[in-house]
């Protein structure tokens, strides 16, 4: 534990401010009941089973989830491509009304971390400046951000659609420790992404905070070792 803030703090959004993830497999579970009852013989167990094999193994490639968290529409259409492929079903159109109704779920249960926004305000109050550091297109965490009322809380935003490049490359941590104005050793990197966050962080050697929101612990095969662990940015307080 810390005993002191430090002049600046960087933080991720998706499952770090915003909870995401925690809800995917409903929102493709309550897409796939409406979808295969459309097929006769088609198994929700069957369709939800293929669609986690495709989607663990398109976004395991790096540049696979570089340009597919750069249009999320794009990905979501592949992987139930490829899923209906798989599964040998041959619908013309079906994927893109599959993928964006799973699209339209997924925003709808998106939410806010409990104690994110006050988090946010307690270290704002005690003089710590913030940035928001995050990847994706810009149109998809720009909507976001307003639509959670974030970027008042912020001092700096960057973003991965705006500036060119996402993390884990130095640059984007370079780019806003320059903006900040801070030393690398006055500040704090929090996120959920231990590749992206954390290690790219430590490349620059920023005290790295790795966010495990559902509480499954490191994996076992990483190499990657944060500063700290935390379930929630709320234990910042």
Known sequence: MLNQYP???LFDLDDTILSINASVEQCWYKVSADFVSRYDGLQINRL???INEVRNW????PERHRRGRLNLAMARREVVEITLSRLGINDVGAAGKFSDAYGVEIEKNMMLFPGAVDTLKYLRRNNVLLALVTNGASDVQRRKINRFQLEPLFDFIVIEGEFGVGKPDRSIFQHVLTQM???NRDV????DDLARDVAGAQQLGIHSIWVDWDNKGLPASTQVQPDRIVASIAELI
Request: hydrophobic share 60%.
């Open 188 to 191: 704090w990197m929090i996120g």
């Open 58 to 61: 398109y976004w395991a490639d």
């Open 181 to 183: 104005a801070i030393d």
């Open 7 to 9: 002049r600046g703090a």
């Open 48 to 50: 939800m089973a293929t």
